[in-house]
T-cell receptor, first 119, second 106 residues
Framework: EAQLVESGGGLVKPGGSLRLSCAAS????????MSWVRQAPGKGLEWVGR??????????DLPAPVKGRFTISRDDSKNTLFLQMNSLKPEDTAVYYC??????????WGQGTMATVSS | DIQMTQSPSSLSASVGDRVSITCRAS??????LNWYQQKPGKAPKLLIY???SLQSGVPSTFSGSGSGTDFTLTISSLQPEDFATYYC?????????FGGGTKVEI
């Protein structure tokens, strides 16, 4: 069964850093693009960025609110996706989901991991 | 950025009702429009992709239509397990964007 499991969330002070991980199983991870999507408490969904497969160049694309602060990477040998979050702000507080990104739509989703930015 | 506007933001319905949710894009997105269902405390689940294609395993009571800028998600006969929040999402161009959500409640 295809599955994604996020980890690494927690409480961090403004200006701090956090590294989220997403472990994939049950499918050919290296072949797929992957994305991160977040959801602030009681709010809607917001795309945080994507990383393409190495076959498609392995490039990343991140939206303006997180560009320059967040980095997405992948370790295909360990079937793991990462989200490095630096210079965190209170408005980055959210549940962070990793998801398979088929280019056209998001397919498999993890259960999410909560990141709280507060002093 | 492409803005996605859903309406209504919430609606009350009963089991067996026919329900429609609309999603409007701020610019042309062809048929690059997806619908997701989210229940409290759970991850979103893909229902419809490319405007009208039903994801495997999703009941046929769900359907999607539209192209260009205007799209509709229809639930032909609401079931108890369908009470949830629904989001549209455009995949035409980055940044990928979602609608604000429609909460379907009793």
């Amino acid at each position: 069964e295809a599955q994604l499991v996020e980890s690494g969330g927690g409480l961090v002070k403004p200006g701090g850093s956090l590294r989220l991980s997403c472990a994939a199983s049950g499918f050919t991870f290296r072949s797929l693009w992957m994305s991160w999507v977040r959801q602030a408490p009681g709010k809607g969904l917001e795309w945080v960025g994507r990383i393409k497969s190495k076959t498609d160049g392995g490039t990343t694309d991140l939206p303006a609110p997180v560009k320059g602060r967040f980095t997405i990477s992948r370790d295909d040998s360990k079937n793991t996706l990462f989200l490095q979050m630096n210079s965190l702000k209170p408005e980055d507080t959210a549940v962070y989901y990793c998801t398979t990104d088929l280019g056209l739509y998001f397919g498999i989703w993890g259960q999410g991991t909560m990141a709280t930015v507060s002093s | 950025d492409i803005q996605m506007t859903q309406s209504p933001s919430s609606l009350s319905a009963s089991v067996g009702d026919r329900v429609s949710i609309t999603c409007r894009a701020s610019q042309f997105i062809s048929a690059y429009l997806n619908w997701y269902q989210q229940k409290p405390g759970k991850a979103p689940k893909l229902l419809i992709y490319t405007a009208s294609s039903l994801q495997s395993g999703v009941p046929s009571t769900f359907s999607g239509s539209g192209s260009g800028t205007d799209f509709t998600l229809t639930i032909s006969s609401l079931q108890p397990e369908d009470f949830a929040t629904y989001y549209c999402q455009q995949s035409y161009t980055t940044p990928l964007t979602f609608g604000g959500g429609t909460k379907v409640e009793i």
